[in-house]
């Protein structure tokens, strides 16, 4: 069993930055894949971004490109989400998940999940 628990969020006015993070329980995180999601109100959850469980490989969807990065420290159990140049089109409630598969986009595809934090982004 894998427990996140996210932090980090806030209000923030466009062009600044915050950092989240996520603190995972249990001693076979490090075995997961973990990805960001968002979801505004009155939208669907949307992938932001993952990395491999040994932190080598990453990847983001094409609307935080060059803004956001995705790292971890396994020591720590914790993966982090700098996220830079913030637009307030950003606001949104952002989820740590945990996945053991090889696809990191579909939400269906992981398997536990934080209860999120809020990121709210003011013009």
């Known amino acids: 069993q894998v427990q996140l628990v996210e932090s980090g969020g806030g209000l923030v006015q466009a062009g600044g930055s915050l950092r989240l993070s996520c603190a995972a329980s249990?001693?076979?995180?490090?075995?997961?894949?973990t990805g960001w999601f968002r979801q505004a109100p009155g939208k669907e959850r949307e992938f932001v971004t993952a990395i491999s469980w040994s932190g080598g490989s990453t990847y983001y969807a094409d609307s935080v490109k060059g803004r956001f990065t995705i790292s971890r420290d396994n020591a720590k159990n914790t993966v982090y989400l700098q996220m830079n140049s913030l637009k307030p089109e950003d606001t949104a409630v952002y989820y740590c998940?945990?996945?053991?598969?090889?696809?990191?986009?579909?939400?269906?595809?992981?398997?536990?999940w934080g209860q999120g934090t809020q990121v709210t982004v003011s013009s």
């Open positions: 998940a945990a996945t053991n598969g090889l696809e990191w986009e579909p939400r269906t595809k992981y398997d536990y």
């Open positions: 249990g001693r076979t995180f490090r075995r997961y894949a």
